[in-house]
């Protein structure tokens, strides 16, 4: 299957410093991406779609001055965790669906960012 | 609006006795429905998923999964459970791409947990 990676795999950041987390799609082209932030044994509730050159469509509830999503290219987004506070610390999951209508079906995902803020 | 329901938080099997994790869904048009499994501290892998066509899918690592309309499930099955099976699975349901670009609703998620 196609393969999504995410950097970095751990990260702890000090309280109101700023942390970016990448996602890339290693063979294939994302024309969408998806954030989601996952706490520990739950289901992954979505933060926002991305589409490469345009702005990201955040989820209800979601504070899109705090969460930054950039889709730069079709292989990379970047997701930016502004003013970290120790409740941003979580699990964060990317996944892309890849660009044409034969491969559009599946969303593959990375294999997720923790985050720890102290 | 579209909703996944996974109505059973876990779900213990013998090694070697067939599983079944449950979903159901609601969704308004065709159902593009995925199964998904999460090993600790891991992302999401792809198991299978029902587009169209036969309503009994193959997918990965021997499992598969049957797509009934009447009672608008996609339950997830194997008919030998491994220990290395245990993880935390997934069903979901993929909203059409005109509408937010094709996203995945999950249901809440059921841990399967196999003994020796």
């Known amino acids: 299957g196609a393969v999504v990676s995410q950097h970095p795999s751990r990260v702890i950041c000090k309280s109101g410093t700023s942390v970016k987390i990448e996602c890339r799609s290693l063979?294939?082209?994302?024309?969408?991406m998806f954030w989601y932030r996952q706490f520990p044994k739950k289901s992954l509730m979505l933060m926002a779609t991305?589409?490469?050159?345009?702005?990201?469509?955040?989820e209800q509830g979601v504070e899109k001055d705090k969460f930054l999503i950039n889709h730069a290219s079709l292989t990379l987004s970047t997701l930016t965790v502004t003013s970290a506070h120790p409740e941003d610390s979580s699990f964060y999951i990317c996944?892309?669906?890849?660009?044409?209508?034969?491969?559009?079906?599946?969303?593959?995902f990375g294999e997720g960012s923790w985050l720890t803020v102290v | 609006a579209q909703s996944v329901a996974q109505p059973e938080d876990q779900v213990n099997v013998a090694e070697g006795n067939p599983l079944t994790v449950k979903c159901t869904y609601s969704?308004?048009?065709?159902?593009?429905l995925f199964w998904y499994v999460q090993y600790p501290n891991r992302g999401l892998q792809f198991l299978l998923k029902?587009?169209?066509?036969?309503?009994l899918v193959k997918g990965s690592y021997g499992f598969e999964a049957e797509f009934n309309k009447s009672q608008t499930s996609f339950h997830l099955k194997k008919p030998s459970a491994l220990v290395s099976d245990s993880a935390l699975y997934f069903c979901?349901?993929?909203?059409?791409?005109?509408?937010?670009?094709?996203?995945?609703?999950f249901g809440q998620g059921t841990e399967l947990s196999v003994k020796p």
């Open positions: 969704v308004s048009g065709n159902p593009y």
């Open positions: 063979d294939f082209q994302a024309t969408t």
């Open positions: 991305s589409n490469e050159g345009s702005k990201a469509t955040y």
């Open positions: 029902y587009i169209t066509g036969d309503n």
């Open positions: 996944s892309a669906r890849a660009r044409g209508f034969l491969s559009g079906n599946t969303i593959y």
């Open positions: 979901a349901v993929r909203v059409p791409f005109y509408n937010q670009g094709g996203k995945l609703i």
